[in-house]
């Protein structure tokens, strides 16, 4: 735990002086102590006669009120880590089910090895292992039904307007608000475990997000849109385990089918002209999802059945 963080977190103004005297440093230390934070990627403000303040207020993950939500999982809520996948995927899977939130990554992940930015406390970064007891027949769909899970969650917290880009990807108002990413550690005929990773902005400002390359929205802007007030990060936490947790078994019951119709209740997609960049590159139009979660277009009078990969899916 950072206490400079924790005083900081209201958003007040705190001066130099009071932060030195309460954690018994000099002025200079607490100016040092301050720029190791906007190296974290928070917002601090600085200003002569004032001392510091966030930008925005701070609401910290509280694992009490986290492990309330699931009372017989591990959870567990870290500051700092490089990846909370990373870090799952090498855990033992008798710890399954658990799920791990981290306040801040280092070296967040998304597909194909491309960074995923990760602000202290602006968003939700978490991930869950997960043991499944027999391999489930539509493994390729999970990340399909575990978007269903995130748009719930979403709603829950009082957004209206939610829709899912096939394969991984959460959006509002035309833009990525989150992003799904699921890697297993290849164990020939070994029990079927997943780490299952979830970036979902929810107060990102823009500086935090330098460097993304596609248009995003945090939560808070949408539901700002719509009229309504900030997302509690630690509802929308409590809320999206629940989620998974209900999905995750249901999954391992019912397979994919009852997800099937719910995404496609999501779908951004859905009769609009795409282009599938991969190989080999088509334009066509989105026609869904078929039973085992691949897209469905229909480019030049035929239906194309595409599957996840080394494609991306675009608007045209
Ligand atoms: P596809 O996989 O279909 O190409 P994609 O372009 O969304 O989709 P992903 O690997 O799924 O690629 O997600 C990473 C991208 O998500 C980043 O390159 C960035 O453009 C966008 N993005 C949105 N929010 C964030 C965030 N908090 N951190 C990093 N990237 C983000
Ligand atoms: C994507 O859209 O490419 C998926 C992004 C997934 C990001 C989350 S943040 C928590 C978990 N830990 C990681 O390193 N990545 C996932």
Known sequence: MNPLIDTLADGAWHSGEALAAASGVTRAAVAKRVEK???????????????????????????????????????????????????????????????????????????????????????????????????????????????????????????????????????????????????????????????????????MSGAQADGIDQPWIALDEALAAQGGASASRNALAASLMRELVDMLQGFEREGFEPYRQAWLGYDLTRDRAVRLTGTPTFDGIARGIDAGGALVVEAEGERRIVHSGDVSLRLS
């Open 37 to 203: 934070l906007r190296e974290l990627g928070l917002d601090v403000e600085a200003r002569q006669g004032l001392g510091y303040r966030l930008s925005r207020p701070l609401e910290r993950l509280r694992q009490p009120g986290l492990q309330a939500a699931l009372p017989g999982l591990r959870v567990s809520v870290v500051d700092s880590i490089d990846s909370t996948n990373k870090q799952l995927l090498e855990a033992p899977a008798s710890d399954d089910p658990q799920f791990l939130f981290a306040e801040f990554q280092t070296a967040g992940r998304g597909r194909r090895g491309r960074a995923w930015r990760s602000p202290f406390g602006a968003n939700l970064y978490v991930s869950l292992g997960w043991s499944f007891a027999a391999w489930p027949p539509q493994l390729t769909a999970l990340p399909l039904a575990v978007g269903v899970a995130c748009a719930r969650a979403v709603q829950a917290q009082g957004l209206s307007d939610v829709q899912l880009k096939w394969p991984n990807d959460l959006y509002a108002a035309g833009r990525k608000l989150g992003g799904i990413l699921i890697e297993h550690r290849g164990e020939a005929g070994g029990a079927c475990r997943v780490v299952i990773g979830i970036g979902l902005n929810v107060a």
